[in-house]
């Protein structure tokens, strides 16, 4: 072969492509590598959110061994651990264990640690694939996977096919193993309160495929769809419901829906297990009636700019993670509002509905009675809606 010949396929490779256009390929095969994950890996064999034709299904297994070297017992196992022992000793990569700084640069290593763990695997990875493929090639070969997908892009891209591999074997440990799982607990909004630190980095899923909606997802981890609020968007919800329109998927669960009538005049057993049902729906509602009640009383509060501004963002905070000292801070700023005051204290009132595991079901439905006589006598209006909406779940 001649010398020209040869450099100028090492140069181009077999496409012979623009730099924009090679770089357009990479976000795109990246993308894939992201919609293969959030998908498969997370939401259908991590959680049972949906089940995919076998021919999908496929697909991302082979994609992932070609470009992550991943074995789906392992990611599935180190994943639901983390839900299990969320920002507890044992979650394998949990900011509140490691700290911020390690799980965003060691993010990866972490998930290593935690899949070479058998133990963890065997009692957190099944119900995963366990055919003759993935026990004699998937989950045996995984460095050949990643480097067929190194030769594949050297005879596609020539040289710089290098550089487009490293990208796709540095996506998933930069956006998963760090952002998702380092600054999804560290940094964002919250819409539901919960035992974890999980927040929305943002509204719009689309980079990674709507991991970036982390706090929706620990707050319903069986649903299929990411986004819970109108103004949210997840990418990958939109991939699903192109799947499901090819038949090549079919959703199991959902965030469910509130549902509400005209209210009761006295809350029955039914309302109590509706309320119960959607507490998350209820308690971040009554989160943001408190900030907004905040919001309009703190020019009569008497205090700083500074010290206003941390009496806000502990409202904001799930009272889980308020430590002993934050609360006293905090009680005694509210103390100053009476109506504030009370508005708190029925806040965790009210959550003792469904933290009171053993209680039976009369006695939960004689405090939610207590919680709204007591809520209407207040004379404070919104919470005398509250109340009022609280009696129309249904």
């Known amino acids: 072969m001649d010398e020209s010949v040869i450099l100028a396929f ?124 993935e026990r004699h090639v998937y989950g045996r070969w995984t460095w050949q996977g990643v480097g067929l997908m190194l030769v594949i892009d050297v005879v596609l891209f020539g040289v710089v096919g290098l550089t487009v591999w490293a990208v796709q074997m540095l996506w998933i440990p930069i956006t998963a193993a760090g952002v998702v799982n380092g600054l999804g607990h560290w940094w964002g909004y919250r819409n539901y309160d919960g035992p974890h630190a999980a927040t929305n980095i943002g509204p719009l899923g689309l980079l990674i495929g709507g991991e970036e909606l982390h706090n929706n997802h620990h707050t319903y981890p069986t649903s299929a769809k990411l986004s819970a609020r109108w103004f949210e968007f997840d990418v990958g919800w939109l991939y699903i419901r192109l799947l499901q329109a090819c038949r090549l998927a079919q959703v199991t669960r959902v965030v469910p829906r509130a549902r509400r009538a005209v209210p009761k005049a006295v809350a029955d057993l039914h309302t109590l297990q509706a309320i119960i049902a959607n507490r998350h729906e209820v308690m971040a509602r009554y989160r943001r009636m408190l900030c907004r009640a905040f919001r309009a009383a703190r020019s009569d509060m008497g205090a700083d ?90």
């Open 10 to 133: 090492l140069s181009h490779g077999v496409l012979d492509w623009s730099a924009w256009q090679i770089v357009a390929c990479t976000l795109a095969l990246t993308h894939v590598t992201i919609a293969a994950v959030t998908i498969y890996l997370h939401r259908c064999q991590a959680h049972r959110a949906l089940t995919l034709h076998p021919l999908a299904s496929h697909f991302f297994r082979f994609w992932l061994w070609l470009t992550t070297g991943m074995v789906t017992a392992e990611w599935v196992a180190v994943h639901r651990k983390h839900h299990a022992r969320c920002e507890a000793d044992g979650d394998p990569h949990s900011p509140a264990v490691f700290g911020i700084r390690r799980v965003l640069l060691e993010g990866s290593e972490l998930y290593r640690i935690e899949a070479a763990n058998a133990a963890t695997v065997a009692q957190y990875g099944t119900g995963t694939p366990s055919d003759w493929i």
């Open 305 to 394: 700019k500074r010290s206003l501004a941390q009496v806000y963002r502990l409202l904001r905070r799930d009272p889980a993670f308020v430590t002993g000292e934050q609360a006293a801070s905090l009680a005694h700023s509210l103390r100053q509002h009476s109506a504030l005051w009370e508005m708190q204290q029925l806040r965790a009132e009210l959550a003792e509905l469904w933290q009171r595991k053993h209680a039976q079901p009369e006695e939960l439905l004689a405090h939610l009675r207590q919680w709204c006589e007591q809520a209407e006598r207040s004379g404070i209006t919104i919470l005398r809606d509250f109340a009022t909406r609280l009696r129309s779940y249904a």
